[in-house]
C-alpha cells in the first residue's frame, strides 16, 4: 500500500475517533432550565435570585451553569461527586421515616458562597475540575432500589444548582415509589421552585440567620428569597424541617433568634421542627471557635419559650435529640446520634396518648 494512501486512512481513522470522542463529550451537556436570550449571544440565568448575565463562555455564579455560544447549559447533568447512604437522621431529618436509609447524592456547585461553608471543598468547586461519576437519572434510581433506601436526597452542595438532574431523578422515582428529600439553602426562584415542589416529599431547609445583614456578610445572598422559599414549600404541603447553624458573635444574637422562631410559628407552624447546630472553624471562619453548647441551650430555651414543640440540637453530644410528644411531654423516639434507640409512634401517633405528631412515618 503506498504511504500517501497509508497516512490518508490514518488521517480518516484520526477525524473519526476526534468526532466520536467529542461527540460523547457533547452528549453530556444538557441544556439548561430557566434562562433568556440577550444581544450578542449574552443570556440571564433566571434559575436563582442573582439572575447572572453571562457572556459566551462565561458561568454562573455557582460554576456549574455555562454560556456556550448563546444558549445556557448544566455542566453536570449526570455529574454527581458524592453517592452516600445515609440514615434519614443525617440530614437532619428528625420526622421523616425515622430509621430508613436514604441515597444521598451531590454535585459540584453552589450559588452561595457563604465563608462558614462546613462542605466547602465540593460546594465551591469547579465542576470542570473534578472528579464525577457518569450516573443517569435512571441509574441513581436503580441504585436506590438495589440497596434497598426508601428515599433519595438531593444534598451536601445546592441541589438547586443541578436543578434539571435532580427534577428528572425525582420524577422517575415517583414512578419507583421513592420519596425524594431537598437538603437546601432555598436560594431558588418562585418558578422553578414551582415546578420542582410536586416532585418533592420533605424539604430541611438551611434558615442561616435571621438578619439581612448576616445573609450579605457572610452568604453573599439576601434573606428574603429564602424566606419565600419556605413558606411556599410549607403551603404546598412539603414536610418541612428548618436547620439553623448557630456562629458565634454572627447570627446568635438572642433577638434574632426569637424573631426567626416566632416567624416560623406565624408564617409556618408551631409544629415545624428546627434544628440548632453546631458551628466549627471551616474555610474562610477559621479564626472563630465552635459554638459553646451554652449557646445551643439558650436557643433551644428561646425557641421553647416562643412555643416551638419540636427543637433539636446537633453536631454536639446532647440529650435535645429526642422527640417527645407535645401533649403528655413523653418521649416518642429515642435517639441516639443517627440510630433510633426506641420509636413509640404507632401510625404516626404517640402510643402513650394518641397525640399526632407531625412528620411522615410510613413510607
Same mark, same amino acid.
Given at each position: 500500500?503506498?504511504?500517501?494512501?497509508?497516512?490518508?486512512?490514518?488521517?480518516?481513522?484520526?477525524?473519526?475517533?476526534?468526532?466520536?470522542?467529542?461527540?460523547?463529550?457533547?452528549?453530556?451537556?444538557?441544556?439548561?432550565?430557566?434562562? /433568556?436570550?440577550?444581544?450578542?449571544?449574552?443570556?440571564?440565568?433566571?434559575?436563582?435570585?442573582?439572575?447572572?448575565?453571562?457572556?459566551?463562555?462565561?458561568?454562573?455564579?455557582?460554576?456549574?451553569?455555562?454560556?456556550?455560544?448563546?444558549?445556557?447549559?448544566?455542566?453536570? @447533568?449526570?455529574?454527581?461527586?458524592?453517592?452516600?447512604?445515609?440514615?434519614?437522621?443525617?440530614?437532619?431529618?428528625?420526622?421523616?421515616?425515622?430509621?430508613?436509609?436514604?441515597?444521598?447524592?451531590?454535585?459540584?456547585?453552589?450559588?452561595?458562597?457563604?465563608?462558614?461553608?462546613?462542605?466547602?471543598?465540593?460546594?465551591?468547586?469547579?465542576?470542570?475540575?473534578?472528579?464525577?461519576?457518569?450516573?443517569?437519572?435512571?441509574?441513581?434510581?436503580?441504585?436506590?432500589?438495589?440497596?434497598?433506601?426508601?428515599?433519595?436526597?438531593?444534598?451536601?452542595?445546592?441541589?438547586?444548582?443541578?436543578?434539571?438532574?435532580?427534577?428528572?431523578?425525582?420524577?422517575?422515582?415517583?414512578?419507583?415509589?421513592?420519596?425524594?428529600?431537598?437538603?437546601?439553602?432555598?436560594?431558588?426562584?418562585?418558578?422553578?421552585?414551582?415546578?420542582?415542589?410536586?416532585?418533592?416529599?420533605?424539604?430541611?431547609?438551611?434558615?442561616?440567620?435571621?438578619?439581612?445583614?448576616?445573609?450579605?456578610?457572610?452568604?453573599?445572598?439576601?434573606?428574603?428569597?429564602?424566606?419565600?422559599?419556605?413558606?411556599?414549600?410549607?403551603?404546598?404541603?412539603?414536610?418541612? /424541617?428548618?436547620?439553623?447553624?448557630?456562629?458565634?458573635?454572627?447570627?446568635?444574637?438572642?433577638?434574632?433568634?426569637?424573631?426567626?422562631?416566632?416567624?416560623?410559628?406565624?408564617?409556618?407552624?408551631?409544629?415545624?421542627?428546627?434544628?440548632?447546630?453546631?458551628?466549627?472553624?471551616? @474555610?474562610?471562619?477559621?479564626?472563630?471557635?465552635?459554638?459553646?453548647?451554652?449557646?445551643?441551650?439558650?436557643?433551644?430555651?428561646?425557641?421553647?419559650?416562643?412555643?416551638?414543640?419540636?427543637?433539636?440540637?446537633?453536631?454536639?453530644?446532647?440529650?435535645?435529640?429526642?422527640?417527645?410528644?407535645?401533649?403528655?411531654?413523653?418521649?416518642?423516639?429515642?435517639?441516639?446520634?443517627?440510630?433510633?434507640?426506641?420509636?413509640?409512634?404507632?401510625?404516626?401517633?404517640?402510643?402513650?396518648?394518641?397525640?399526632?405528631?407531625?412528620?411522615?412515618?410510613?413510607?
Amino acid at each position: 500500500m503506498k504511504t500517501s494512501k497509508i497516512k490518508f486512512i490514518i488521517f480518516i481513522v484520526l477525524i473519526s475517533f476526534v468526532t466520536f470522542s467529542f461527540s460523547k463529550k457533547q452528549e453530556v451537556l444538557r441544556k439548561a432550565s430557566f434562562w /433568556e436570550k440577550l444581544d450578542k449571544n449574552y443570556v440571564k440565568c433566571t434559575l436563582c435570585p442573582f439572575y447572572c448575565v453571562l457572556k459566551p463562555n462565561q458561568k454562573g455564579i455557582c460554576k456549574v451553569r455555562k454560556n456556550i455560544k448563546g444558549e445556557l447549559y448544566t455542566l453536570v @447533568y449526570n455529574k454527581p461527586i458524592a453517592i452516600h447512604i445515609d440514615p434519614i437522621e443525617k440530614k437532619p431529618l428528625y420526622h421523616f421515616l425515622p430509621g430508613t436509609k436514604i441515597l444521598s447524592i451531590a454535585t459540584a456547585g453552589c450559588n452561595l458562597n457563604c465563608n462558614f461553608c462546613q462542605n466547602w471543598e465540593i460546594s465551591q468547586a469547579d465542576p470542570e475540575n473534578v472528579d464525577s461519576y457518569n450516573f443517569s437519572p435512571k441509574d441513581i434510581v436503580n441504585f436506590a432500589i438495589e440497596n434497598k433506601c426508601h428515599s433519595i436526597a438531593f444534598t451536601y452542595t445546592e441541589p438547586t444548582i443541578f436543578y434539571e438532574y435532580m427534577l428528572d431523578i425525582a420524577k422517575l422515582a415517583k414512578l419507583q415509589n421513592l420519596k425524594t428529600v431537598w437538603v437546601t439553602c432555598g436560594y431558588i426562584n418562585p418558578e422553578p421552585l414551582k415546578q420542582l415542589l410536586p416532585y418533592l416529599d420533605a424539604a430541611n431547609i438551611d434558615l442561616k440567620g435571621f438578619n439581612e445583614g448576616f445573609y450579605e456578610k457572610y452568604t453573599t445572598g439576601h434573606l428574603e428569597p429564602v424566606l419565600n422559599t419556605i413558606k411556599t414549600a410549607f403551603q404546598e404541603s412539603l414536610l418541612i /424541617e428548618i436547620t439553623n447553624l448557630v456562629i458565634p458573635n454572627a447570627n446568635d444574637d438572642p433577638d434574632d433568634v426569637k424573631n426567626m422562631c416566632n416567624w416560623i410559628i406565624q408564617e409556618l407552624s408551631d409544629d415545624v421542627p428546627l434544628h440548632f447546630s453546631r458551628f466549627f472553624p471551616k @474555610y474562610k471562619l477559621l479564626d472563630i471557635p465552635s459554638t459553646p453548647k451554652r449557646i445551643l441551650e439558650r436557643n433551644y430555651k428561646i425557641a421553647l419559650d416562643c412555643g416551638l414543640k419540636y427543637i433539636y440540637l446537633g453536631n454536639v453530644i446532647t440529650d435535645k435529640e429526642d422527640t417527645f410528644c407535645p401533649v403528655c411531654g413523653k418521649k416518642v423516639i429515642d435517639r441516639s446520634g443517627y440510630q433510633i434507640i426506641e420509636n413509640n409512634l404507632i401510625n404516626g401517633k404517640c402510643k402513650f396518648c394518641g397525640e399526632k405528631i407531625y412528620g411522615i412515618y410510613s413510607p
